[in-house]
């Protein structure tokens, strides 16, 4: 009975941390790259996509909800503008979801990813764009919101994949200055 | 032994295919002791026959050396080039990235061995 509970409350942490780090990483986004941004929803460059990849590939369900929270975090249900915020918290959860089982069924992606490569990553990187330009889009047209049609989609699906690369790789040119401080 | 892979085991996944995109930081302890074996003998005597190389002893069996070669190759530091004279003749040559991580190699040591600044 407690075994439950205590896993319970351990994942709701873990999605509590992912989802700050997630919102840190808007924060930062949008300081560094304000004049990037077409709208509230869209921007050229978007790094915390790299994390919308990332989070549900390494700690599956409790990554999704680490994105939900984290858009709850930015955008908060408040008094009189419920909907949206909720609709747009779980297309962030939703899109990688879908673009990670598209990949899976593609390359045949093992559970425990051994087998993984930099060819699966650009491969999950674009889908996840895709599927998240597609739900966020949906979720404008849902919520009556004015969406620019297919500039807002396109930017977001560039900001997604821009973002992404920049961030995996500065984490690989910090793995191999890491590995040559090592060797030294 | 449960059937959810742990957290641990797909970010170690995760961080190997990142470490793919930097070619350098990919390399084994294996490849990096044969590219080292390579350098020097590039240093010494320039062009290096595959065939020769397939007989050191000290670097392994002949399989061994051969599929470290290819690895090499394959992540982008040395190339097979065939003589004019007799096309039988394989060798094998550095890239430009090989010579950039010959080039990086020079220079950290250089900076390691420059005298320190004296008070």
């Known amino acids: 009975m407690i075994r439950p509970l205590q896993h319970s409350i351990y994942w709701f942490l873990k999605a509590t941390v992912l989802g700050a780090v997630w919102a840190g990483l808007f924060r930062i986004n949008a300081a560094l790259f304000k004049e990037f941004a077409v709208s509230d929803h869209a921007s050229w460059i978007f790094l915390p996509a790299a994390l919308r990849v990332l989070m549900p590939l390494v700690f599956r369900s409790s990554g999704v909800g680490g994105l939900i929270l984290g858009s709850l975090f930015i955008t908060p249900p408040l008094p009189g503008n419920v909907v949206a915020p909720l609709l747009f918290a779980i297309a962030s959860g939703l899109a990688p979801v879908i673009g990670i089982a598209i990949c899976q069924r593609i390359f045949r992606l093992a559970p425990d990813l051994a087998g993984l490569s930099a060819v699966h990553l650009s491969g999950l990187s674009i889908l996840c764009a895709l599927s998240n330009s597609l739900c966020v889009n949906f979720v404008l047209f849902l919520t009556h919101q004015p969406s620019r049609g297919a500039l807002n989609a396109v930017t977001v699906f560039v900001g997604d994949v821009t973002g992404t690369a920049m961030v995996i790789y500065a984490i690989a040119g910090l793995l191999t200055w890491t590995a040559k401080m090592r060797a030294s | ?119």
């Open chain 2, 1 to 119: 032994m449960s059937s959810v892979p742990p957290s641990h085991v797909r970010f170690l996944n995760v961080l190997n295919a990142i470490r793919q995109l930097s070619p350098a930081g990919s390399l084994t302890a294996d490849e990096q002791v044969m590219l080292d074996l390579l350098i020097l003998q590039w240093h010494e005597g320039g062009r290096i026959a595959l065939s020769d190389l397939m007989q050191n002893n000290s670097a392994g069996s002949q399989s061994t050396i051969y599929r470290r070669l290819l690895s090499l190759n394959e992540k982008g530091f040395v190339r097979f080039g065939t003589s004019l004279r007799d096309k039988r003749i394989r060798f094998v040559e550095p890239t430009d990235l090989a010579r950039h991580h010959m080039q990086a190699m020079d220079d950290r040591l250089t900076g390691l061995l420059s005298p320190y600044p004296t008070n």
